[in-house]
């Protein structure tokens, strides 16, 4: 499937991606280069945008740690 290289957007679009290979490959940076798009890549480990890691935070918080 190709999408429109003019989406009619006066703005920047940046997409934020973590480190999977298939999101990394040549293909999909050779792609977002000829539609305009900006990619981000995450750290490898980033908690803080990791909705699960602070979830186990809050957890072990209130299980381990309470008084």
Known sequence: MRLPCNL???KPIVIVL????????KLVQNYATSVDI???YLPC????LNLIERFWKFIIN???YSK
């Open 8 to 10: 009619g957007l006066n």
């Open 18 to 25: 973590d480190n999977a290979k298939y999101q990394k490959c």
């Open 38 to 40: 900006q990619l981000c």
């Open 45 to 48: 480990y980033f908690p803080q």
């Open 62 to 64: 209130e299980c381990l």
